[in-house]
């Protein structure tokens, strides 16, 4: 079925991933590598599971009620759902970017300064103003902000809040950076700009992207896999994906036969 | 004239518009019905509220002026039955009275009889002579000199004097007779009756006689009571709907004490007041009539409150807050300190307020601890018996004196001025520190 995942330099790694939501299953045997270095993204059509899969990736989904994981999914080869693991941790590593923008009601410099705050990551002030300036540098943000720093980051567009979420994932130096359906809540400008903001962290992070744009998808990602109805359909090269599919679900989808 | 013929010849077979049009009146109608049902329920609301408001302030506005009669005092040692001590202690305890009762027959030489006598030294009340004492402590010198002093009068002239009482001679049922009325008209011709602000209403204690009966005693009393109930139902309260909203598991367990709690804030408050007498007075010990227990038994009543006000204003923080610090990897404690509560905060603060209102107003409870009884000093510390504002209400209502009648008024005008300041406050904090996402 997924022929193309046995890469050695998997990053995150799942093997036979099924999750349930109470009585309801909505993962169901997934194998899926992700490599370091590479835009991977997740397409499928509502309710196929890609976000589920995502969520599984920071253990998001441990805040849901009833929520229960099986099988194996590994992050440099440790087992993400070991008892012993620290969510804490865990989180610091794969950071995450949300459907809608989500910046915290305080200013911009303390949305970026938070995560490195509570992980102790500045020893001083001038240690943590340098990690915000990076931060929103990264992000691409810091010259349409820089003067506004103590300004409320909710008063920001929704493009740039987006971005300003970019910023402060990446303060905390995650390793992957899960993002799901970043570009939802955004217009075709705001868009580009997260788009182009991917292509350039892509050579940092590893990153995972749930999109609903195939378009999207097409244009950011080196690596697409294919979800439907909580099975993983096809897993391949973008390129691949796209021009020549494997599977006639996935043709179906991606030429817009359903979705 | 032949169209509308056909039209109603064709009203079988109506299009769909035509039988919408013919219900869009009727849809019309109900709508003026319900705009003006709801129109006249918030003036039939409005209205007795006015008419509460206007009996109240129409009764006890002028319980805050009180009547005061001038007398030329002779303050001498003989009459204070002080000699020659001029110590601060002789002082205290000369007889002031006697030194008043003296003037006032000076004033009324044609008071002979000892029932006349008795009328004279009526019409002063019997606390004037706390002014004597006041003025003869800051300054010594006095004694033996005739002053001008502004006395107290007792409360049936008052009562007269402000209108509530017949000053017509000869009727039935006059508090005051009538050489005594024929007495006060001669003072009024003199110029020696006035009406003053009613500081003794605002710095004393209660009292049997009405002139002198003050509610600080209580206002002091509803201060202690109502911070040790804001210092024990708020941390616990807020605790409580922290841990029920953001950390325990949603079971049956939890399902049934969210039950419990909607179910405690529709007890009667009495029952809370029974509660507080087995528990913290037979039980505990605690002093009866203290505004510690009063507060205790009040934070009980709060407690439903703020958890249930708390809970919907923890609820109200959007879930992308929380998946947003999560996700940087923030405990659940710190994502519920650093972001959840502070945005929670405006929400559970007046919700707090509102229960502290509703406890300002609580009166059964306490009556079942004890706090109904009569006292006269102000209370100095929350374990100190104390009367607290609605009881204060509550005791002066069944007092028969017609003074107490305004009094009454005026303790419920103090009591709903201090509710609308907290109201008030409740609205400007959530006006203040209300944020939109």
């Known amino acids: ?259 | 004239m032949t169209e509308s013929t056909q039209l109603i010849r064709s009203s079988d077979t109506r299009t769909a518009a035509q039988i919408a049009a013919s219900h869009l009146k009727r849809r019309h109608a109900a709508e003026r019905r319900f705009k003006a049902i709801g129109l006249s329920a918030v003036v039939v609301a409005m209205t007795f509220l006015g008419l509460l408001l206007f009996t109240i302030l129409g009764n006890g506005l002028s319980a805050f002026t009180q009547t005061y009669v001038k007398l030329d005092v002779t303050l001498s040692p003989e009459l204070l039955g002080i000699g020659e001590q001029r110590t601060a202690e002789a002082l205290a305890t000369a007889d002031y009275g006697g030194v008043i009762k003296d003037a006032m027959y000076k004033r009324f030489p044609a008071a002979q009889s000892r029932a006349e006598k008795r009328e004279v030294a009526g019409l002063i009340s019997s606390g004037a002579d706390m002014a004597l004492r006041k003025a003869l402590a800051a300054n010594p010198e006095l004694i033996g000199t005739t002053q001008t002093f502004w006395l107290v009068a007792d409360d049936t002239v008052d009562m007269a004097i402000k209108g509530y009482t017949s000053r017509q001679t000869g009727q039935e049922g006059n508090r005051l007779s009538d050489k005594q009325l024929g007495w006060l008209a001669e003072l009024e011709a003199d110029g020696g009756v006035t009406r003053r602000f009613n500081s003794i209403l605002f710095s004393s204690g209660d009292s049997r006689e009405p002139e002198l009966a003050g509610l600080w005693g209580s206002v002091v009393g509803s201060v202690f009571s109502l911070l040790i109930t804001l210092a024990v139902s708020f941390p616990l309260g807020v605790a409580t709907a922290i841990y029920l909203e953001e950390f325990a598991p949603k079971n049956k367990w939890t399902d049934l004490i969210e039950v419990n709690i909607n179910n405690l804030a529709a007890v009667p408050s009495v029952v809370f007041g029974l509660l507080g007498l087995a528990v913290f007075l037979n039980f505990l010990g605690m002093p009866r009539s203290a505004p510690l227990v009063g507060g205790l038994v009040l934070a009980l009543i709060c407690l439903p409150t703020i958890i249930i006000a708390g809970r919907a204003a923890l609820k109200a923080v959007p879930p992308s807050i929380r998946e947003a610090a999560a996700g940087l990897g923030a405990s659940k404690l710190q994502v519920v300190t650093d972001h959840v509560l502070p945005l929670a905060m405006p929400g559970i603060l007046t919700g707090t307020i509102l229960g502290m209102a509703h406890a300002l107003g609580e009166t059964a409870p306490l009556l079942m601890i004890g706090m109904v009884a009569f006292i006269v000093d102000i209370p100095a510390s929350p374990l100190d018996p104390s009367a607290v504002l609605p009881v204060q209400v509550y005791l002066w209502a069944d007092s028969p004196e017609r003074a107490f009648v305004e009094r009454t008024s005026a303790a419920i005008i103090v009591l709903l001025i201090f509710l609308a300041a907290m109201n008030l406050g409740a609205i400007l904090l959530r006006k203040k520190f209300e944020r939109r996402w």
């Not at chain 1, 909505?26 to 899969?53: H, Q, W, Y």
């Not at chain 1, 994932?169 to 970043?182: K, N, Q, T």
């Open chain 1, 1 to 259: 079925m997924n022929t193309a995942n046995t890469n050695g330099t998997a990053k995150v790694r799942s093997r036979g991933l099924e999750v349930f939501y109470g009585e309801k299953q909505a993962l169901f045997g997934v194998d899926l590598d992700i490599r370091s270095g590479e835009v991977t993204a997740l397409i499928g059509p509502s309710g196929c599971g890609k976000s589920t899969f995502l969520r599984c990736i920071n253990r998001m989904n441990d805040l849901v009620d009833g929520a229960k994981v099986n099988g194996s999914l590994t992050l440099d080869g440790d087992d993400i759902y070991h008892r012993e693991v620290d969510v804490v941790q865990l989180r610091a590593k794969v950071g995450m970017v949300f459907q809608k923008p989500n910046p915290f009601p305080k200013s911009i410099y303390d949305n970026v300064a938070y995560g490195p705050r509570i992980h102790g990551m500045a020893a001083d002030q001038a240690e943590l103003d340098e990690i915000v300036m990076t931060s929103l540098e990264k992000a691409g943000l810091l010259g349409e902000v820089k003067d506004r720093l103590q300004e409320s980051g909710t008063g920001l567009s929704g493009g740039q809040q987006q971005r300003l979420c970019i910023a402060r994932a990446i303060a905390v130096e995650p390793e992957v950076i899960l993002m799901d359906e970043p570009c939802s809540a955004l217009d075709p400008i705001a868009t580009a700009k997260v788009e182009e903001l991917i292509d350039e962290l892509r050579d940092n992070y590893t990153i995972v992207i749930v999109t609903h744009s195939m378009q999207q998808a097409a244009r950011v990602s080196q690596r697409t896999a294919f979800f439907h109805l909580g099975k993983l359909i096809e897993m391949g090269d973008t390129e691949q994906i796209f021009t020549n599919p494997q599977q006639p679900l996935t043709q179906g989808y991606i030429t817009g036969r359903f979705g």
